[in-house]
């Protein structure tokens, strides 16, 4: 199980504001652990949802260009106050990680 | 059901696909997640590589694609940038970054009143151009671009 | 008194233990520094071009989503559960200065003195302190690893940043009335004047004047109230070298490596000293909670 997200979400106008904060470490693989010298193998989050109010509203597919604790932000349209925010990751390694808000 | 397994970046018909299955509430985060990761488009080494495996055939530059970034990046590990398109009908959003090991960094399928704008934060390796690509439902595919800058940077106090 | 203090200063911060030089290619960065602090033009008051763009794109990654969040989360978990050989929480035994268990407002309150331990303490020192007394945390323990390095976060880093997150919004407030404070503040005055390592270099060489930078980023004078604000704001400090959480007593020591002084003995009385002076030179500004950094 992951390390736990912060998503927050709040109405702005006709739409919600989305911001999620994502605990991972995004390793590439293309580093050396300088002490050892061995490539740090890869661990990074690959897919991941949006749902807002019980449907799917973003999918992502995501590779090793991203920061490490990945923050993304979107906006949704038809979303009021009080819908259940719901985000769900995983990585190369099987691991996933679901974190949720409500509209605020 | 098999066109569901295939993700909106494998296929110029699949997306419309997708979209509308998502649209209809018919997917579930599950069943999305356990659809395949576009290991091609990722472990692409150059932009056309990675544009060709997502199918986005040749783009046209569009004004109502805007990439926001800053013209320095103070530290090439974390580089925020918004990508906001105003395009009728976007279904699809990626993110390139030419200089870097592995160009496509990420991409967004919108659904469901999600507009198509997204804030995400890159790594650059070095000074390179960030290029968005969007995808509409009729299958066109539109361009921006934007070089940033990725210095030495200070002493970091 | 105050000489002895001095003279106290001055002796700790001879017998610091040395670490290992760094690799000369390493070498370069000061060198060219002491070029542009020498051949300095007109003194630069005023924030370049770049440096407001980075901190543009600071402000927007800190209100969109701070990663520094994360380890205040954390610090939260680890200061309202009774933990160490005591089984104590740090919310029910530790007092910042306000009252025990108080956070709110604290974290601007300090470098403050501190009775019951008899000294003046940063945060971080004070957080140390509590988890060793109250908590029955060994010293040595929490001195071996103090800083945070690939996937390592101490406790005491995610606990101070916890800290510091009460007291956003809050101005600076060191409590320089208190003559204890104010000794130890005129320390920090002296030391930043002291000069040592390979390259003669003192914290003024980079921070005692306006104009002065390194490649891309400008350095601020902490002698000045708006110098001292630049320095001290932003920690503790999420560090996108790296992606670790760091504090303003990581910062200090890795200012003495940069200057090839030895490495300063964690959580010591010379810390203090320094970080009394800069964050008391920043009495009245506003703190805008933990932040993005380099």
Redo the contacts between chains.
Sequence with gaps: MGSPMKVRAQMKGDFADIKILMSHPMETGQRKDPKTNQTIPAVFIQQFTVEVGGKVVVQSETGTSISTNPVFGFKVKGAKAGDKVVVKWQDNKGDSRTDEATVA | MDILRRTVLKGASASGVLAAALTAGLLKPTQVLAMEWNKAAFEAKDTPAAMKAVGAASAADSKDLKLNAPDIAENGAVVPVDVTSTIPNTLSIAVFIDKNPYPLSAAFNFANGAMADVALRLKMGQTSIVRAVAKTSDGKYFTASKEVKVTAGGCGG | MRQALLAAAAFALAISPAIAQDKPAAAA?PAA?KKSAKSAAAPVEEKDA?TL??EK??A??IE????A??FE?QGEEMWKTKRGPKNVSLAESCDLGLGVGVVKGAYVQMPRYFADAGKVMDAERRVVWCMVEKQGFKEADLHAKPFASG?YTPEQTSIVTFVAGHSRDMKFAVPLKDPHVKDVYEIGKEVVKHRAGPYDFSCNT?HGADGK?????Q??NISTQKGAAM?VLGWPG????G?VMLTHQW?MG??FR?QRFPEPKYASDTVTALLTYMTANANGVTYTGPG???
């Design positions: 960065k520094s770049a763009e980075f794109f600071r927007k990654m969109e989503g701070n990663p969040e994360l989360a996937t980079c930078r390194i490649r891309m980023q350095l601020p320095a999420y560090r996108m070298t992606n910062r890795d200012c940069q993005i950094k380099r």
